[in-house]
């Protein structure tokens, strides 16, 4: 059960990391391209792990697996910063919880033949509904289904793929050569964004206003990648121990966590943080708390 606990500590991080990303997207990085280029740079210091028991060529199969892991994380990152834009972080992030497990269940069960026994599978059911049920959305801005939910759900569709794909690489190789050459691919996404020079000049501001901002601006990013890098060196290592569908599962805790953390800064940080929190609202995540909770006791049980 190591597992469990390093997906957990992985959450918490991550949670934060979310939080922060928000902020980023409000307050210094108003393109999303901009933040997806420099969490894909931020992800190419995983390269460090190149020094413990690290492949250096597995094989053409696993080499571009492990490559093309890396880049649709990428592009996945693009279009999760895209939703998150539009619409409030305390129902997209949980939509694209919601939205990977299934995905990451289908493709485990077609392409590596994973199965549940019965306790996951109930787990997995109950950990989405609640992550699903937390994501619906009713603000001044949206309510219901909207365009950021649609980004939403491509982006956890894609980072299935990417999860499964990671999988597949550890099950055949160990778990430096497989988050080595991912992150590799992850960086060799995000350098065609600079070919775009209006992309290139978003991303390297030139003006002393611009400078002193992206100062600050960075400083924050560094925190927030620090704690996403927790997360998602944790998230890796608990899917080379245990199936991707039940690892993904388990991140319904931390949209929960999510949910505490951003009621808390919306109401001590109303400038930064300006999200909605109508008494039903209330209501229905505590709702989709105790069904994630729920979740969480039938994966003790299997």
Same mark, same amino acid.
């Given at each position: 059960?190591?597992?469990i606990?390093?997906?957990?500590?992985?959450?918490?991080a991550?949670?934060a990391?979310?939080?922060l990303?928000?902020?980023?997207?409000?307050?210094s990085?108003?393109?999303?391209?901009?933040?997806?280029f420099w969490?894909a740079?931020?992800?190419?210091?995983?390269?460090?792990?190149?020094?413990?028991?690290?492949?250096f060529?597995p094989?053409?199969?696993?080499?571009?697996?492990?490559l093309?892991?890396?880049?649709?994380?990428t592009?996945a990152?693009?279009f999760?910063?895209?939703?998150?834009?539009?619409?409030?972080?305390?129902?997209?992030a949980p939509?694209?919880g919601?939205?990977?497990?299934?995905?990451t269940?289908i493709?485990?069960?077609?392409w590596?033949?994973e199965?549940?026994?019965?306790?996951? !599978?109930? $787990? &997995? %059911?109950?950990l989405?509904?609640g992550?699903?049920?937390?994501? *619906?959305? +009713?603000s001044? #801005?949206?309510?219901?289904?909207?365009?950021?939910m649609?980004?939403?759900?491509?982006?956890?569709?894609?980072f299935?793929?990417s999860?499964?794909?990671?999988?597949?690489?550890?099950?055949?190789?160990?778990?430096?050569?497989?988050f080595?050459?991912?992150?590799?691919g992850?960086?060799?996404?995000?350098?065609?964004?600079?070919?775009?020079?209006r992309?290139?000049?978003?991303?390297f501001?030139?003006s002393?206003k611009?400078?002193?901002?992206?100062r600050?601006?960075?400083?924050i990013?560094?925190?927030?990648k620090t704690?996403?890098?927790?997360?998602?060196?944790?998230?890796?290592?608990?899917?080379?121990l245990?199936s991707?569908?039940?690892?993904?599962?388990?991140a319904?805790? !931390?949209? $929960? &966590? %999510?949910?505490i953390?951003?009621?808390?800064?919306?109401?001590k *940080?109303? +400038?930064?943080? #300006?999200?909605?929190?109508?008494?039903?609202?209330?209501?229905q995540q505590i709702?989709?708390?105790?069904?994630?909770?729920?979740?969480?006791g039938?994966?003790?049980?299997?």
């Amino acid at each position: 059960m190591l597992w469990i606990w390093i997906v957990l500590i992985s959450l918490f991080a991550n949670a934060a990391a979310q939080l922060l990303d928000k902020f980023l997207l409000s307050e210094s990085f108003p393109n999303p391209i901009v933040l997806t280029f420099w969490t894909a740079v931020w992800n190419g210091l995983g390269i460090v792990f190149i020094f413990f028991n690290f492949n250096f060529f597995p094989g053409w199969y696993l080499l571009i697996i492990a490559l093309l892991s890396g880049t649709t994380l990428t592009i996945a990152l693009q279009f999760l910063y895209m939703g998150l834009k539009t619409g409030e972080a305390s129902h997209i992030a949980p939509l694209v919880g919601g939205v990977v497990p299934v995905f990451t269940f289908i493709i485990s069960y077609l392409w590596l033949g994973e199965r549940l026994n019965f306790y996951q !599978q109930v $787990a &997995v %059911l109950l950990l989405v509904l609640g992550a699903l049920l937390i994501s *619906f959305e +009713k603000s001044k #801005k949206h309510s219901g289904i909207h365009i950021g939910m649609l980004w939403a759900v491509i982006s956890g569709l894609l980072f299935a793929v990417s999860y499964v794909m990671a999988r597949a690489v550890y099950l055949e190789e160990t778990f430096a050569t497989g988050f080595v050459w991912a992150r590799i691919g992850a960086v060799a996404a995000a350098l065609p964004i600079l070919l775009i020079p209006r992309f290139r000049k978003l991303i390297f501001a030139k003006s002393k206003k611009s400078k002193e901002k992206n100062r600050k601006a960075f400083t924050i990013l560094a925190i927030n990648k620090t704690l996403a890098s927790v997360s998602f060196v944790g998230m890796n290592f608990a899917v080379s121990l245990a199936s991707a569908t039940l690892v993904n599962a388990l991140a319904g805790l !931390q949209y $929960a &966590v %999510l949910f505490i953390l951003i009621y808390i800064c919306t109401k001590k *940080f109303p +400038k930064f943080f #300006k999200e909605q929190f109508t008494r039903g609202e209330i209501v229905q995540q505590i709702m989709a708390i105790v069904l994630i909770v729920v979740g969480l006791g039938f994966i003790v049980l299997s």
